[in-house]
């Protein structure tokens, strides 16, 4: 395992703040992947702003282009945060995520030999294995920031068959490191309150002792203004969209848990009582399988329309539909899952139509009155659905500012530097408590 070009990129001067912390943040997903730039950086760059020393370790995949790199690495280096990329491997399956997992351990581990750091800021659970290990050995503070139910997620998305002997081992061992995860952090990130809620009823009571906080996956609101009439009428005109008909707008991509024929029966229906109806999918997916699905339903090629957007493009392109559509298949682990279309959706100012189980979903969409959430996929449901989102429209306006408290990310940082500040959560504390074991 390398290290991606060999260099830790940095702001470079500038002192600790009060109260501030020296922090490893940890992630296998790539900063130069779509999630990195929505997901982790924005966050990063705003705790960085607030005093805190920020080293980032990431995973960036080889077909990564050079400017994509260059791009991250100049971002990082204009806000304060030291970014260390590493190579990621895929093969053979399970061994090269094991010594992806030790090339990240390793270079943690000398990184806190140069610097001792105050807090290992864990995303998911390959990155929780480092942090519940240097909590044990140096007594560095560990924060969970577990994202979802992650085993569980494999299972129900289809990535690991329990029926094979491999994946049932692996599967029971996070399962496992769960548990231990719960018990041995000094603070826990939920993306839901309902996957909080779950934690708190584990009838092992690994979570019980421990704080958790609830960060939904945040929008930069600025970002995604809402939505004007002059906006929409460039967009539809952009994209050769006829300023008259109804567009219904996907955004992300079609994969494991988007269910993409569901999607396209709830549009056929708007399609029949709207004529020349369009649907809008913006997303980097290969176009072939949602014309494929779209023609088995009797949808004209001239009613789907796929554009690929960069981050900036993505509001420009959203502007033109009358409201947001996306189904997820609703699973156990989807309790945990905080879809961050929603909140996008929600600050341009569009109602959204989408399904009931999925994380916070329903309530978000009962308090706010900015959508509907259909609980079952069949024709009556979405003609019914469609009628309730008219309903909804008067109120368009209240929209945005009932999804900052859920969705805003400068609300996000604000609860991450609380937990940051925290006492408990810091290096100090967890000497104190007994944490540090000398042994390597």
Known sequence: MTVD?????????????????????????????????????????????????????????PERTAAERAAVRSLSGANGVEWHPLSYTKRPPVLSTVR????????????????PFDLL???SYLAALIGARMKRQHGTGFLFDMRGFWADERVDGGLWNLRNPL????????????????READHVVSLTEAARDILRSRPDGAAAA??????????????????????????????????????????????TWYLLDEMLDAF??????????????VTRDDPAPIRSAAAARGISPEAIVIRPATRAEVPQFLAAADYGLFFIKPAFSKQASSPVKLGELMALELPVLTNA????????????????????????????????LEALRPHMNRWREAARRWFDLDEGVRRYDAIYRDPSTSRNSAISRGACDASE
């Open 5 to 61: 070009g060999g260099d830790a990129w940095h702001s470079g001067g500038g002192g600790r703040k009060q109260g501030s912390r020296r922090v490893l943040y940890l992630s296998y997903d790539g900063m130069t992947d779509p999630l990195g730039p929505s997901q982790v950086l924005p966050y990063l760059f705003g705790l960085a702003k607030l005093g805190h020393d920020i080293t980032l370790i990431s995973f960036e995949k």
């Open 268 to 281: 056929a229906v708007q399609q029949a009582r709207s004529p020349g109806a369009v649907m809008l999918f």
């Open 357 to 388: 189980g999925v994380g916070d979903v329903d309530r978000i969409l009962a308090e706010s009155g900015a959508g509907v959430a259909v609980t079952s996929f069949d024709q009556a449901a979405y003609a019914e659905a469609l009628d309730q």
């Open 210 to 255: 421990t704080p958790i906080s609830v960060i939904p996956c945040c929008a930069e609101f600025d970002a995604f203004p809402p939505v004007t009439p002059e906006r929409r009428a460039a967009a539809r005109q952009s994209l050769g969209i006829a300023p008259e008909v109804r567009v219904a707008a996907y955004l992300g991509s079609i994969g």
């Open 121 to 123: 800021h864990c995303r």
């Open 100 to 115: 992806d997992v030790q090339a990240m351990g390793a270079l943690a581990k000398r990184l806190h030999r140069e610097r």
């Open 167 to 182: 994946f049932r081992t692996v599967f029971a061992y996070f399962r496992a490191r769960e548990a231990d995860f719960l």
